[in-house]
């Protein structure tokens, strides 16, 4: 394999190059023999070419990030040194995004940088606490610990999300099936019945003559619909890529019965647990109550955790903030109390974290108990309301023919 290079020599100057070697260590040990402190070293990926396909590498995913953070804290806690950790990563993920990075990572640090600054000047896309748990394991020495708790919060917001989105892609499936359902009767059924229209000699009820030219509307502009079906989904797609449109749906789910009690749940949950995740690994109040809500989605929970914190960088206790702005219940508020009386907040706030997130699943369930049935009632009462309206126009030719 080729590793492209950049070192510095005894005389301060810089060198950059290709070297020929079976693995980044060895290239590493290489290059120390030639009296070379490497600044970076990462594979080339076969110079032209492989620049290209660097260009079209896929970045690391969140999942991948996770497991790579867990592998780092398990070499750190069997007593590998944090440089052989991050370089036996760097061989273990030769090739790829992560590989890059971590490789990165390893010159960094035998330059003299500390982990936290190295890991964030790196291309890997990891939230802000990981840095800031970084950061204070290697002040109180429990780097592993931290990052194993920057792997389980980001293990924990993955699977909050995860939740979330199985829980919306469900009614949006009954929702688009029923409309399809409905269209179908249109197209296929509705305008076999359209000659009625043209019977001088029958008086169609009103709801007859809208369903019947309604059917003929869409057999005779299907191609509009359906382009102008596919623009929506293109729409949709566009939107769905934006962050603030996806907030601003959060906000308005938030607001619809049962639906927005459970995100609200979910919303606090995940805040509690990154809050007691940062105490926990001795990260200052101010600093992790920052980045605890700098993840909260929902306005009216951000917003009031903003004044909670105000509240708290002015000297009030943190349950009694929490208490006069309503933002958790009365048990969270006691959790929290506890926590301070007995120096176990972190702990506390987890357990809080926990049962608000129990809250939220059993509230998700009860939604889609009720989401189904209703859903199912909805598509019928349109269909039969067709139906209906087809059979009157039937039985008054009838009538009218007697």
Request: contains cysteine; proline residues 2%; positive net charge.
């Amino acid at each position: 394999m080729d590793f492209s290079y950049e070192a510095v020599g005894k005389d301060g100057r810089t060198f950059t190059g290709v070297i020929e070697a079976g693995s980044q260590a060895e290239a590493m040990r290489v290059l120390r023999e030639q009296e070379l402190t490497p600044v970076t070293l990462v594979l080339a990926s076969v110079t032209a070419g492989a620049a290209k396909s660097n260009r079209r590498q896929r970045s690391a995913s969140r999942d991948s990030l996770v497991i790579a953070l867990r592998e780092l804290a398990t070499l750190l806690q069997a007593g590998v040194t944090l440089a052989e950790s991050v370089e036996s990563m760097a061989s273990a993920h030769a090739a790829t995004q992560l590989g890059e990075a971590f490789g990165s990572v390893h010159s960094q640090l035998r330059a003299g940088t500390a982990f936290s600054e190295a890991l964030r000047s790196s291309a890997l896309a990891l939230p802000e606490y990981v840095y800031q748990l970084s950061a204070a394991g290697e002040l109180t020495g429990k780097l592993a610990q931290s990052l194993q708790s920057a792997a389980e919060q980001m293990e924990y917001e993955q699977r909050v999300r995860k939740e979330m989105v199985n829980a919306l892609v469900y009614p949006c499936i009954l929702v688009l099936s029923g409309l399809a359902a409905t269209l179908l009767i249109f197209i296929v059924v509705v305008p076999r019945f359209t000659n009625l229209l043209k019977n001088g000699k029958a008086q169609l009820p009103e709801i007859s003559v809208w369903v019947l030219k309604s059917g003929l509307f869409v057999k005779e502009n299907l191609l509009w619909f359906g382009l102008g079906a596919l623009g929506l989904a293109l729409l949709a797609a566009v939107l769905g890529s934006s962050s603030a449109f996806r907030r601003g749906a959060l906000n308005t789910l938030a607001r619809a019965p049962l639906l927005g009690d459970w995100l609200h749940s979910a919303e606090i949950g995940r805040w509690s647990t990154m809050l007691g995740t940062l105490l926990a690994n001795r990260v200052a109040i101010m600093r992790a109550m920052e980045l605890a809500a700098a993840s909260v989605q929902i306005d009216v929970i951000a917003n009031r955790l903003s004044l909670v914190e105000r509240d708290v960088r002015a000297g009030k206790k943190l349950a009694e903030s929490l208490a006069f702005h309503r933002t958790v219940s009365a048990m969270g508020v006691n959790l929290v109390r506890v926590g301070e009386r007995t120096g176990e907040l972190p702990e506390m706030l987890k357990t809080m974290g926990r049962i608000y997130a129990d809250a939220g699943r059993e509230r998700m369930k009860r939604f889609l108990v009720l989401l189904e049935p209703i859903t199912i009632l909805l598509v019928g009462c349109a269909i039969g309301f067709i139906m209906i309206a087809i059979m009157l126009a039937i039985t008054s030719l009838s009538t009218q023919s007697l």
